[in-house]
């Protein structure tokens, strides 16, 4: 009798032990079956519930500011590309060293805080957000306008300096002048003639410069094909960048699916404002909304899944 008692009691005993293992095996198999679907989301196995998903799939856009930064680590110019393979469209927008932000301009932005804080004053200025920065040698921009041939240009005035340094740096182009420019040209173009308006000039062919290339490398689709890498090179070279091999790479590959539609892509949109003085542009509020009116039109559009 007391032998019956004792395995009664010892078959009561395991049943709490029972329980909590299948508890625990229930706990177990939640938290891994949250693992396993957070993975699946992350890796687009399956989409994720947000109302977005059902608009479709959308092409980025990238907005990358290219800085000019000549050998004594100064500021030149800048210029924010925005690649919008939905749109079809290679938005140029030119920013001289000279714009405000805040009470500095950009030059004395970059002199104090690198590329980092030239990016944050750039889209706080332009009200764009910045996805990658580049800064690029002289050599490095002359360099990349020459593989595509540089730019046939006809100045609206004589363009005319005379370096101090050497020869090789003058300018002389008649009013009317149908000229061929190497990148070397183009660079100095950008930096020293002095135009009738001023530093405006610069910084509007900067704009026009920068969009006749890219126009022009899409006219040569093969060369310009088999030459991203070597431009991606070229660019971060001795460079202050944040722009990774891999973001380049998925980039690359929109841009050549852009460079098999045949396109002429690139549009200047020249900065609008006040010069108070020769060393000081302010942009209007009026550009600042075309500026926002651009952002909406090459926005990504869904396309079918």
Same mark, same amino acid.
Request: charged residues 25%.
């Given at each position: 009798?007391? *032998?019956?008692?004792? %395995?009664?009691?010892?078959?009561?005993? *395991?049943?709490?032990?029972?329980?909590?293992?299948? &508890?625990?095996?229930?706990?177990?198999?939640?938290? &891994?079956?949250?693992?396993?679907?957070?993975?699946?989301?992350?890796?687009?196995?399956?989409?994720?519930?947000?109302?977005?998903?059902?608009?479709?799939?959308?092409?980025?856009?990238?907005?990358? /500011?290219?800085?000019?930064?000549?050998?004594?680590?100064?500021?030149?110019?800048?210029?924010?590309?925005?690649?919008?393979?939905?749109?079809?469209?290679?938005? @140029?927008?030119?920013?001289?060293?000279?714009?405000?932000?805040?009470? *500095?301009?950009?030059?004395?932005? %970059?002199?104090?805080?690198?590329?980092?804080?030239?990016?944050?004053?750039?889209?706080?200025?332009?009200?764009?957000?910045?996805?990658?920065?580049?800064?690029?040698?002289?050599?490095?921009?002359?360099?990349?306008?020459?593989?595509?041939?540089? &730019?046939?240009?006809?100045?609206?005035?004589?363009?005319?300096?005379?370096?101090?340094?050497?020869?090789?740096?003058? &300018?002389?182009?008649?009013?009317?002048?149908?000229?061929?420019?190497?990148? %070397?040209? @183009?660079?100095?173009?950008?930096?020293?003639?002095?135009?009738?308006?001023?530093?405006?000039?610069?910084?509007?062919?900067?704009?026009?410069?920068?969009?006749? /290339?890219?126009?022009?490398?899409?006219?040569?689709?093969?060369?310009?094909? +088999?030459?991203? +890498?070597?431009?991606?090179? @070229?660019?971060?070279?001795?460079?202050?960048?944040?722009?990774?091999?891999?973001?380049?790479?998925?980039?690359?590959?929109?841009?050549?699916?852009?460079?098999?539609?045949?396109?002429?892509?690139?549009?200047?949109?020249?900065?609008?404002?006040?010069?108070?003085?020769?060393? %000081?542009?302010?942009?209007?509020?009026?550009?600042?909304?075309?500026?926002?009116?651009?952002?909406?039109?090459?926005?990504?559009?869904?396309?079918?899944?």
């Amino acid at each position: 009798m007391a *032998q019956t008692k004792a %395995h009664k009691k010892k078959r009561r005993s *395991q049943a709490p032990i029972a329980l909590v293992y299948f &508890i625990t095996m229930i706990i177990f198999l939640f938290v &891994i079956g949250m693992l396993a679907l957070y993975a699946l989301r992350e890796f687009g196995v399956i989409g994720n519930d947000d109302s977005d998903s059902d608009a479709g799939i959308k092409s980025p856009v990238y907005n990358t /500011l290219f800085a000019r930064v000549n050998s004594k680590g100064v500021l030149a110019d800048a210029t924010v590309i925005r690649v919008a393979p939905d749109a079809k469209k290679i938005i @140029i927008m030119p920013v001289s060293a000279f714009t405000v932000s805040g009470s *500095q301009t950009m030059r004395e932005i %970059h002199e104090e805080g690198g590329m980092v804080k030239l990016e944050a004053a750039v889209a706080d200025t332009f009200g764009i957000t910045i996805d990658n920065y580049v800064s690029l040698t002289n050599d490095a921009f002359e360099n990349a306008a020459d593989i595509v041939g540089g &730019i046939t240009y006809t100045p609206d005035e004589e363009l005319y300096y005379l370096s101090q340094d050497n020869d090789e740096n003058d &300018i002389a182009i008649p009013s009317g002048d149908l000229t061929n420019l190497s990148g %070397h040209q @183009i660079r100095l173009i950008c930096q020293y003639p002095v135009f009738k308006e001023g530093r405006n000039g610069n910084m509007k062919f900067l704009g026009t410069a920068v969009t006749m /290339l890219i126009n022009n490398a899409f006219q040569q689709t093969n060369i310009t094909k +088999d030459n991203l +890498d070597n431009f991606y090179n @070229i660019f971060t070279a001795n460079s202050d960048t944040d722009w990774t091999s891999a973001q380049y790479k998925e980039e690359k590959s929109y841009l050549k699916d852009m460079l098999d539609q045949n396109l002429t892509p690139a549009e200047a949109l020249v900065p609008e404002g006040e010069w108070t003085d020769d060393s %000081h542009f302010k942009v209007s509020d009026k550009f600042k909304e075309s500026v926002q009116t651009m952002l909406k039109d090459t926005a990504p559009s869904a396309v079918e899944k």
